[in-house]
């Protein structure tokens, strides 16, 4: 299968997909930073909302900007609660249309790895949070088995089945996120890992919220239809149900905060 662009144009359809986990692992990424309250913050990739939802929610900020290349998404995340004080607009990671020094706070949630050059992202945070302010994110582990959606992912690749991915799965790496934060001079760099658990009612529950990943629908539309019920069948077997059938899945992020030296 040709790479294809990875199109997030389904606001409401990510809500279900990964609004959901990003929220859960998002509350202990807050917590982790305890950030203080009366901040300006720019969410960046923000998608739907999920996360800048959380940012007003829990961090009593003055400002929050989200800014993301989607209009689909910016339009459902114009429809949250945050909107009455969070403004979105569309716009480039890599080329953020923010003048230097307007943020405290600059946050990338399960966004790095979709950037051609995660390098250019963390410059741009860096460029646009005062001195002393803060450049943090979280990034679900793809390639240490910890997204999602990896059931369903590894079960392919057994198969032999291409699956489209984001191009910089290298940058969710631990080793990589520090080696980044350093290269972008920042200081007082920490990590720290984030699991998180979701239930489902059952596997029915499970492989229809799955397939509204815009990466993985494509990929599982592209097959044949003995495949697909193959593909069915092997992962309902990794995946253990208790006994109302409800199937809890795990989930793990690589979270890493820095400060603009000032």
Known sequence: MAEQTIRFDDGAAYEQMMGIWSRSAGEIFLDWLAPPAGLRWIDIGCGNGAFTELLVERCAPVEVQGIDPSAEQLAFARTR?????????????????????SFDAAVMALVLVFLPDPAKGISEMVRVVVPGGSVVTYMWDMLGGGFPLDPIYDEMKAMGIPANRPPRMDASRMDALRELWLGAGLADVQTREITVQRTFSGFDDFWATSLKSPALRPSVAAMKPADVEA????????????????????????????????
């Open 81 to 101: 609660p945050a909107a009455r004080m969070a403004r979105f607009c569309q716009g480039d990671a890599m080329a953020l249309p923010f003048a230097d020094r």
């Open 231 to 262: 593909l069915i069948a092997q992962v309902r077997a990794r995946l253990p149900t208790d006994t109302d059938g409800r199937i809890t899945c795990n989930a793990r992020a690589h979270a890493i905060k820095g400060r603009r030296p000032g």
